[in-house]
């Protein structure tokens, strides 16, 4: 077994949580906070968008069984990766978008990906993901992990309320 962290912000970290969950080789996909100045920040805190913080969640991963390219694949059909103002319906520096790699390979794999995505003509405007060094993770409180399992319904009327799917939709679905 080889075990293996990938961290992602790609907006409001409740609509991140399910698209890595369900593939085989992921062994957990942890809401938090990362890439801000503010030791173990609270929702609260991080929400009002002056921790320098982004909502992001942490994957950890089994590399024999699923890869780190499948994942960042997998990553990209989650987001608007032009949007460097927020993520769909959410607004503010807490809600952009960013890979945090974790070792020189992610780093090369992410710069690959992000440039092939740039290059494949799906985008009118640059691709302003940013690619950061992975910093310390705060997990979130206990309330916010695995909500499209505990609370269902408000996590499916947040999600269509946001916007995102009609993006996926339209973007990514032939």
Not at 1 to 14: E, L, S
Not at 19 to 29: A, K, L, R, T, Y
Not at 52 to 68: F, K, L, M, N, Q
Not at 71 to 90: E, H, M, N, S
Request: overall charge negative; glycine content about 8%; hydrophobic content about 30%.
């Amino acid at each position: 077994m080889a075990i293996k962290k990938a961290t992602f912000a790609g907006g409001c970290f409740w609509c991140m949580v399910k698209p890595f969950d369900q593939w085989d080789g992921v062994h957990s996909v942890i809401s938090g906070y990362t890439g801000g100045h503010v030791e173990n920040p609270s929702y609260e805190e991080v929400k009002l968008g002056n921790t320098g913080h982004y909502e992001a969640v942490e994957i950890t991963y089994d590399s024999e069984i699923i890869r780190y390219e499948t994942i960042i694949d997998l990553y990209w059909k989650q987001i608007d990766p032009t949007d460097d103002g927020g993520q769909f319906a959410d607004r503010g520096d807490q809600y952009r978008t960013a890979i945090f790699y974790h070792d020189a390979e992610q780093k090369s794999l992410a710069e690959s990906s992000k440039q092939e995505l740039a290059g494949s003509g799906k985008f009118a405007k640059p691709i302003v993901t940013k690619l950061i060094p992975a910093q310390v993770f705060y997990p979130a409180e206990d309330y916010h992990q695995d909500f499209y399992k505990k609370s269902k319904e408000e996590y499916e009327a947040d999600r269509a309320e946001s916007g995102r799917d009609e993006f996926i939709d339209a973007v990514w679905k032939p």
